[in-house]
Structures are given as C-alpha cells and as structure tokens.
C-alpha cells in the first residue's frame, strides 16, 4: 500500500512534505517519522486513491520537482 521514494534535495524531507502540501495539496509523509536513517530523505505515498487521482497526484509533484532542480 506504500511506496518510500528517495529524494536527493538540498532540503529535509519534512520542509519537502511541508512545501509539497501548502503547494500543491498533495499529501504525503516524511519518511523520517518511519523509522528512516536520518538524513536519508525519504516521503511514503500511498497507493490506494483511484488511478485517475494517484496520476493527478503524481503529476503534480513532478512539477514541484522541478523548483529544486
């Protein structure tokens, strides 16, 4: 049901999760509340939404994704 991806960003993943959520309304978890290293930057996804909302979804955190490039 979860997905853990890495990021490689100058910044923590809760500041990822934060601005991720206030930008786009598209919530996801900072992989550090799951028990990750610290420091490794990871945020959980769920996969239960429908298709048509996970690629709404995924589509806009790949334009976010493009502001830390």
Aim: cysteine-free; glycine content about 8%; overall charge positive.
């Amino acid at each position: 049901f979860y997905a853990f991806p890495k990021i490689d960003l100058a910044v923590s993943d809760q500041k990822f999760v934060s601005n991720l959520i206030h930008e786009t309304g598209v919530v996801v978890v900072p992989g550090a509340g799951f028990g990750q290293k610290p420091g490794t930057k990871h945020f959980r996804i769920v996969f239960l939404p429908e298709e048509d909302i996970l690629k709404q979804a995924y589509k806009k955190i790949k334009q976010f994704m493009v502001k830390y490039k």
